[in-house]
């Protein structure tokens, strides 16, 4: 990338006339820009991403070139349009999974999960097995086995019945 400084005014004259058809003009902006959006870029995200984002910059400019009015500096619409890119590349990224930098994520993912409770698939195999039940013995099967709680707090929380109703309601 040039060290070369050049001010907005020259910019602003590279984008007009890059706008008019001049393939010199359009690379004179591109290569008295490119530090620029690309630091900003780098701030922005970072700096490992910087480098296609800078060229998805200049392919979003190139295209609405012919849009450019010269109401603000070019580098100013340069950076807005960069400042776009990164919006949409942070959408993009937060819209899809991330991937796991493993082999075998599925294992992973299963030891991280607290032990003792079931999976996915035990859990929809009992809410399935609950629904088939009558509502009395799912409430019995609720408050006897599902909940760690003691006799007495079973009792005044979760049903009128006395435990040993719920106890029998349960193992009919």
Same mark, same amino acid.
């Given at each position: 990338?040039?060290?070369?400084t ?24 591109? @290569? !008295?820009?490119? *530090?620029?959006?690309?630091?900003? /870029?780098?701030?922005? &995200? ?5 480098d =296609? $984002? ?52 599925? @294992? !992973?993912?299963? *030891?991280?999960?607290?032990?003792? /409770?079931?999976?996915? &698939?035990?859990?929809?195999?009992l809410? =399935? $097995? ?43």
């Amino acid at each position: 990338m040039p060290a070369e400084t050049t001010d907005d005014a020259d910019i602003t004259a590279f984008a007009l006339a890059a706008r008019d058809g001049d393939r010199g003009a359009t690379e004179r902006l591109i @290569t !008295t820009t490119q *530090r620029d959006v690309w630091r900003f /870029l780098a701030h922005l &995200d970072s700096p490992a991403t910087a480098d =296609d $984002l800078t060229q998805e910059t200049y392919l979003r400019a190139l295209r609405s070139l012919h849009t450019f009015s010269a109401r603000s500096s070019a580098r100013t619409w340069l950076l807005a349009i960069a400042r776009r890119v990164v919006v949409d590349q942070i959408r993009r990224s937060q819209a899809r999974p991330r991937q796991a930098a493993l082999a075998d994520w599925h @294992t !992973t993912a299963e *030891r991280s999960q607290p032990a003792g /409770l079931p999976g996915f &698939d035990e859990g929809i195999a009992l809410a =399935d $097995l609950l629904a088939y039940l009558e509502p009395d013995r799912r409430e019995a099967f609720v408050v006897v086995t599902a909940t760690a709680t003691s006799d007495a707090h079973r009792n005044d929380s979760y049903c009128a019945r006395t435990t040993n109703q719920c106890h029998q309601l349960s193992h009919r």
